[in-house]
């Protein structure tokens, strides 16, 4: 058990993107920045590598490993074909989707077949543990981010808020993930959560959040929907009521978080229209291949004034995966992306509960992010097919009981 909470811990700074509370650990052992991705990716292997060894090598893990091999094959070489020897940026993209999305994948399969339970029951307590533990130091040392705003954008150092905000909300679907069988105390923690996302200014995080449980608790069962309405119901009396007793200082206090004191329309003032025309722009323009990995905006973003950009690093993305995959690596890419992601049932199946986790980061990458950042796509879809594919005869969080062949091991 150790093992397996040694490699959620591993996971999670991709999931989190927490590296930066790793600097101090990696300049003790004179690790550079250029690899530390490399080695948290190398030491969840490693980890993977001694659980393999404690508890047998099953035929299954072999099987499963060819299989992830054969589907993300013909994508990295590909992606390889793709990349610009020039572009630096662009060879560090390619060594990250190996070192933190392949990687990922792959020690994620051997370590949910070589014990299944170990892996649902740790990986939601860590995720939770961390955004606690991000929460209670954002609480401590509150500071203002780099948005002009007539609010205060909770952060924590060296963290962009949206990152909060969305560790955050990953913590609230994780609650509904633990064995725990009382409703109200997952209630009061997604509470917490809502409370703590609201602080940091980020709207993508909390609009995912509230569309994965709706859809969770519209697809239960049919006295689930009635609550659900009769829950909206409600909700709507009380913001009427809001509405005629105080609605200008509601109104104010919406606008505030929405537009974070901007005098522009809530698309306009995130950037996200200009950075998707831009995408869909160099999509047309190679349809086919792309313009090549890490290429995106480089012809149009030097000097730009869009603030989400930061053209001095020279990490250009649109903030959507899809139209970033499309983009820079075209219809061809797209395709082999999604034979990477193994499609099936599984992207369908609304009883299992690791659906929830894969919607969740699904919707965060169609609005913050680039691949690398959204890597919780790839490790929660692999998740949602595993269990769909090789379910655990147990009771779920979501009161819903896997029906299937049992433990895959």
């Given at each position: 058990?150790?093992?397996?909470?040694?490699?959620?811990?591993?996971?999670?700074?991709?999931?989190?993107?927490?590296?930066?509370?790793?600097?101090?650990?990696?300049?003790?052992?004179?690790?550079?920045?250029?690899?530390?991705?490399?080695?948290?990716?190398?030491?969840?292997?490693?980890?993977?590598?001694?659980?393999?060894?404690?508890?047998?090598?099953?035929?299954?893990?072999?099987?499963?490993?060819?299989?992830?091999?054969?589907?993300?094959?013909?994508?990295?070489?590909?992606?390889?074909?793709?990349?610009?020897?020039?572009?630096?940026?662009?060879?560090?993209?390619?060594?990250?989707?190996?070192?933190?999305?392949?990687?990922?994948?792959?020690?994620?399969?051997?370590?949910?077949?070589?014990?299944?339970?170990?892996?649902?029951?740790?990986?939601?307590?860590?995720?939770?543990?961390?955004?606690?533990?991000?929460?209670?130091?954002?609480?401590?040392?509150?500071?203002?981010?780099?948005?002009?705003?007539?609010?205060?954008?909770?952060?924590?150092?060296?963290?962009?808020?949206?990152?909060?905000?969305?560790?955050?909300?990953?913590?609230?679907?994780?609650?509904?993930?633990?064995?725990?069988?009382?409703?109200?105390?997952?209630?009061?923690?997604?509470?917490?959560?809502?409370?703590?996302?609201?602080?940091?200014?980020?709207?993508?995080?909390?609009?995912?959040?509230?569309?994965?449980?709706?859809?969770?608790?519209?697809?239960?069962?049919?006295?689930?929907?009635?609550?659900?309405?009769?829950?909206?119901?409600?909700?709507?009396?009380?913001?009427?009521?809001?509405?005629?007793?105080?609605?200008?200082?509601?109104?104010?206090?919406?606008?505030?978080?929405?537009?974070?004191?901007?005098?522009?329309?809530?698309?306009?003032?995130?950037?996200?229209?200009?950075?998707?025309?831009?995408?869909?722009?160099?999509?047309?323009?190679?349809?086919?291949?792309?313009?090549?990995?890490?290429?995106?905006?480089?012809?149009?973003?030097?000097?730009?004034?869009?603030q989400v950009m930061q053209p001095e690093k020279g990490n250009y993305y649109p903030h959507n995966i899809i139209l970033e995959i499309l983009a820079e690596l075209g219809v061809l890419g797209g395709i082999l992306a999604i034979i990477a992601m193994r499609p099936g049932k599984w992207m369908?199946?609304?009883?299992?509960?690791?659906?929830?986790?894969?919607?969740?980061?699904?919707?965060?990458?169609?609005?913050?992010?680039?691949?690398?950042?959204?890597?919780?796509?790839?490790?929660?879809?692999?998740?949602?097919?595993?269990?769909?594919?090789?379910?655990?005869?147990?009771?779920?969080?979501?009161?819903?009981?896997?029906?299937?062949?049992?433990?895959?091991?």
């Open positions: 058990m150790i093992l397996y909470f040694i490699y959620c811990v591993l996971v999670s700074v991709f999931l989190l993107n927490i590296g930066s509370y790793l600097d101090f650990s990696f300049s003790a052992i004179g690790v550079g920045v250029g690899a530390r991705t490399a080695v948290v990716g190398i030491a969840a292997l490693v980890i993977v590598g001694l659980i393999v060894i404690s508890r047998g090598i099953p035929k299954l893990v072999w099987r499963e490993l060819l299989i992830a091999l054969a589907v993300w094959g013909p994508f990295l070489v590909f992606l390889a074909l793709r990349v610009d020897s020039s572009n630096s940026y662009s060879e560090l993209k390619f060594v990250k989707i190996i070192t933190i999305s392949f990687l990922c994948v792959a020690t994620m399969t051997v370590a949910y077949v070589c014990d299944a339970r170990a892996i649902l029951r740790m990986l939601p307590i860590v995720i939770i543990i961390v955004s606690l533990l991000l929460g209670i130091e954002a609480l401590l040392h509150p500071q203002q981010f780099k948005y002009r705003s007539v609010i205060e954008r909770m952060t924590v150092e060296g963290m962009n808020p949206i990152w909060l905000a969305r560790d955050f909300a990953l913590a609230g679907v994780c609650l509904f993930l633990l064995p725990v069988k009382k409703n109200l105390v997952k209630l009061l923690g997604l509470a917490l959560v809502v409370i703590g996302i609201l602080p940091t200014g980020s709207r993508g995080p909390l609009i995912s959040l509230i569309v994965t449980l709706t859809v969770w608790l519209v697809t239960q069962s049919d006295k689930v929907r009635g609550r659900l309405i009769a829950a909206v119901v409600c909700v709507g009396v009380l913001a009427v009521g809001g509405l005629l007793f105080d609605g200008d200082r509601l109104e104010n206090t919406i606008n505030s978080y929405l537009l974070r004191g901007q005098n522009h329309g809530l698309l306009e003032e995130s950037g996200r229209p200009q950075l998707f025309k831009i995408a869909m722009d160099e999509f047309l323009s190679s349809p086919i291949v792309g313009v090549g990995l890490g290429e995106y905006g480089k012809s149009v973003m030097r000097g730009s004034t869009i369908f199946n609304v009883e299992n509960p690791y659906f929830y986790p894969f919607l969740l980061t699904l919707l965060y990458s169609m609005s913050s992010g680039d691949i690398n950042a959204n890597t919780g796509v790839f490790v929660f879809g692999t998740l949602a097919r595993l269990t769909t594919q090789y379910p655990v005869m147990e009771e779920t969080p979501f009161n819903a009981e896997f029906v299937g062949e049992g433990h895959p091991a």
